[in-house]
């Protein structure tokens, strides 16, 4: 599972500051999917990204993008 930086959080849920970062889970059928990581494993949402836990992979687009954008040239080069 390739994993990207860490980022700080105001968490609504645990009321504190948490460290979040984007990372990947593999899938034997598709592409890995992206998922939002929490650093707080007691919680009780952890792992899930639904209500009410506010992590989603929105908060990551800028690094989805830069990602997504970094694939497609390494493929384009690839086919010339």
Same mark, same amino acid.
């Given at each position: 599972?390739? =994993? !990207?930086?860490?980022?700080?959080?105001?968490?609504?849920?645990? *009321?504190? #500051?948490?460290? +979040?970062?984007? #990372?990947?889970?593999?899938?034997?059928?598709?592409?890995?999917? !992206?998922?939002?990581? $929490?650093?707080?494993?007691? $919680?009780? !949402?952890?792992? =899930? %990204?639904?209500?009410? $836990?506010?992590? %989603? +992979?929105?908060?990551?687009?800028?690094? +989805?993008?830069? +990602?997504?954008? *970094?694939? *497609? &040239? &390494? &493929? &384009?080069?690839?086919?010339?």
């Amino acid at each position: 599972m390739r =994993k !990207y930086g860490w980022r700080e959080f105001q968490c609504p849920v645990v *009321r504190e #500051t948490v460290r +979040i970062r984007l #990372t990947r889970r593999p899938s034997f059928d598709m592409q890995p999917s !992206y998922f939002a990581q $929490c650093d707080q494993a007691d $919680c009780q !949402y952890v792992e =899930k %990204n639904e209500p009410p $836990c506010p992590l %989603n +992979i929105g908060m990551f687009a800028d690094v +989805i993008r830069e +990602i997504e954008d *970094r694939r *497609r &040239a &390494a &493929a &384009a080069e690839a086919s010339e």
